[in-house]
């Protein structure tokens, strides 16, 4: 007989639970770095949801709202289609989102004097947002009685905003509202909630 065989070599206890505690070590980092992916993965679907319907997020393209927002400012638009008169809302006009405030409701009658004060309902509005107080482009005729379904919209920078007082552009209709500008991002010094 050949005595040639291989020995079976016996691990001892303590290498046998060093072995063990290794494979356990590699069970609990797969079951983690899985927990890890799987809660990544619900946060971006989360976030594209919030993004997608709750919230809009939008880059500033001109002048029409200054100083309350600038050029290049990014803010976000919770989506909603209750607004109320002072939020700064955004509408489609021309494939665009034009962001400006609501000044009056339907039913409401707006009048606006040479020197750019708004009434509405025969009550003078105190504007302390703005910069400079002026009639601006105008081709309405004024009393106005704001139709039904619509809010009339102007923008914080009178002199040069495309808004309610155009007949182009017109009160807006209910369909056409995105939402209401709820929180600027950018930039970091003006960061906050805006009313």
Request: proline share 3%.
């Amino acid at each position: 007989m050949n005595n040639n065989k291989e020995k079976l070599e016996i691990p001892s206890i303590p290498a046998l639970k060093e072995e063990l505690m290794r494979e356990k070590i590699k069970r609990e980092f797969r079951r983690a770095i899985l927990n890890m992916a799987g809660i990544l993965i619900v946060a971006a679907a989360l976030t594209a949801l919030m993004a997608t319907r709750i919230f809009v997020l939008v880059q500033i393209n001109g002048s029409s709202m200054k100083p309350t927002l600038n050029e290049d400012e990014v803010i976000i638009l919770r989506q909603t289609k209750a607004v109320e008169k002072g939020d700064i809302v955004g509408f489609y006009y021309g494939g665009k989102i034009l962001l400006k405030r609501v000044m009056a409701g339907a039913g409401d009658e707006v009048d606006i004097d040479r020197e750019g004060n708004v009434s509405v309902n025969g009550e003078r509005l105190g504007e302390s947002y703005l910069k400079e107080k002026t009639l601006g482009k105008c081709d309405l005729e004024f009393p106005y009685e704001v139709p039904e379904g619509t809010i009339f919209v102007l923008g914080d920078n009178r002199a040069i905003s495309m808004d309610s007082r155009i007949k182009s552009i017109g009160c807006v209709e209910s369909d056409q509202i995105v939402g209401k500008v709820v929180f600027r991002m950018w930039p970091m010094a003006r960061m906050g909630i805006m009313h």
